[in-house]
């Protein structure tokens, strides 16, 4: 057994067993975290975090605590 949240653009995938159940109360916000090794960034990872700023870019007051 397991669990995970989803976007619903991955629905098709239905293997036996499968199961999508939608939440009952949809957040207004998602909280994310993205971590990466203090050893340089490759161009690889600059692109990811790149293109990850772009869809969910840093707010400018970020709710909690970030660290830097």
Known sequence: MGVTLTLPSVRH?????????E???PRTH???A??????GVG???Q???????????????PPGRVLG
Request: glycine share 2%; charged share 20%; proline share 10%.
């Open 34 to 39: 993205v971590v990466w090794r203090d050893q």
């Open 47 to 61: 692109a990811v975090l790149d293109t990850f700023e772009q869809i969910m870019p840093t707010p400018a007051d």
């Open 30 to 32: 998602l909280a994310v």
């Open 13 to 21: 995938i239905n293997p036996p067993g499968l199961v999508y159940r």
């Open 23 to 25: 939440l009952a109360e």
């Open 43 to 45: 161009r690889a990872i």
